[in-house]
């Protein structure tokens, strides 16, 4: 009978399936070993020396120091620029900023400087099975110009990769002082609309410039534009004054949201791009944390930030996702101290290096500008250790995918290195060159590190003037860290060869290995 033959074929089929479900299983158990979950932390102007784990004394960063205890600590990995912008625009997009006009540093109303529809690393993430979100400060630029941001916010996030967002625009002293969260500034009254102006005043509200008896903070140099909650911005900002946040509440208000992005996205892969705004200025951590450390405000917001990298390892621990997790934490370039308000960033150091050992700070083609913390932690696939392999934040999106086995155009990432395997501890070997970027470009090329003419910058992180050096530069890191001598006129050779090297990755459209 028919019936028969069929209902055979059906007890056929299940029985074949039930056998081949342990199997199933394992193969499937196997590739999510091999996709974990990912979290990159990116820190705002921590230097190599501002964390326990990196030397650091005046402060006091358990969260911090865990992470790389259980982790892979580097002793040099680097932003891809010694500022805010272009580190962001290259992590994301795996190109050096150099290359592309408009990636210097974003006023509060610039235009997304991505290409929506571009690989990217959450567009590359996404495409691999990943849930993606954007927790933190941008600074990237959103919507193509004339922002009106009364209405909905795109091109952004979303355009290029990530699936939700919860924003700072730009900088806690730039404005707009809202949040944008999925296209939409947070609380805001239609009757209280917000405008938005560089270069010229709108409205009638106060500024550091008129008024500097309102601020609560005072002034070194710049940042007398708009005031907002007794701190006055660059930029001019009216309207929007329900929406307008909480400087001592940013830090609890971006943390939350990214424990929350963890929390609802457990049972899935997920990546987290969590940017927090500690340690930039204006720095005004919560009242729990001042006075905590021993080196005034900066440090106190050092805590803030170690503080919200233990919230996010804590949500991490109570789901269970640990051991399936790959947190990386680091730094969007070296450190500054005075950077326009007068908090007493400079006075209250009382012994901190938060350079360590390195000759610049954030702006510098010196290392402080780019070398900065750089840890990778992963339960179970990373040894806990300490790699001296050269790798770098634009080297992310070749590297995950990598491991998300996805296979990159060769036109997209075109300055991403594959570093996989020392990012996860099994080779002590990274690129083998960088370009590092602030006011002009230097070349490290394994130890050695080369400086054009005119580069360079006094080795202190409370200068910010780029300044430098008439004749080329050349150190040997591995004798002079602190880049104390210039050994260039010793190896003419050398130099040459670095010159004509950073010559040609300037001249070619991409330094990846094909």
Known sequence: MP??????????????????????????????????????????????????????????????????????????????????????YALITGQYAWRKKGTGILPGDAALIIEPGSTTLPAMLKRAGYATGAVGKWHLGLGAGNLDWNTQIKPGPREIGFDESFLIPATGDRVPCVYVENQRVVGLDPADPIRVRYGEQIGDEPTGAEHPELLRIKL???????????????????????????????????????????????????????????????????????????????????????????????????????????????????????????????????????????????????????RVPFIARWPGRIKPGTSDALVCQIDLLASLASLSGQKLDDAAAPDSFNVLPALLGESAVGRDHLIEHANGVALRKGTWKYIPPGGGQPGKAKKNKAGGETAAQLYDLAKDLGETKNVAAEHPDLVKDLQQLLGKIQSQPRSRPK
């Open 220 to 370: 070194n140099r710049g940042h007398d534009n708009t005031i907002i909650n007794g701190i006055s911005r660059i930029g001019f900002m009216s309207g929007g004054k329900v929406a307008r946040w909480v400087d001592e509440d940013m830090a609890d208000t971006i943390t939350a949201k990214a424990t929350n992005f963890i929390e609802r996205h457990r049972d899935e892969p997920f990546f987290l791009y969590f940017a927090t705004h500690d340690v930039h200025v204006p720095r005004v951590p919560h009242a729990r944390f001042k006075g905590t450390s021993q080196c005034g405000i900066r440090g106190d917001a050092i805590h803030e930030l170690d503080w919200s990298v233990g919230q996010v390892l804590e949500t991490l621990d109570r789901l269970k996702l640990a051991d399936r997790t790959l947190v990386i934490f680091s730094s969007d370039n070296g450190p500054v101290l005075d950077d326009g308000y007068a908090d007493g960033a400079v006075e209250d150091l009382n012994g901190h290096t938060p350079a360590g050992p390195l000759k610049g700070a954030k702006y510098s083609l010196n290392e402080a500008g780019t």
């Open 3 to 88: 019936w028969r033959t069929d209902s055979l074929l059906r007890l056929m089929l299940a029985l074949s399936l039930a056998a081949w479900a342990p199997l199933l299983a394992a193969v499937a158990t196997a590739a999510d070993a091999n996709r974990p979950n990912i979290v990159v932390i990116l820190a705002d102007d921590i230097g190599y020396g501002d964390l326990g784990c990196y030397g650091a004394t005046k402060v006091k960063t358990p969260h911090l120091d865990r992470l790389a205890a259980e982790g892979i600590r580097f002793t040099d990995g680097h932003s891809p620029s010694a500022t805010c912008t272009p580190t962001r």
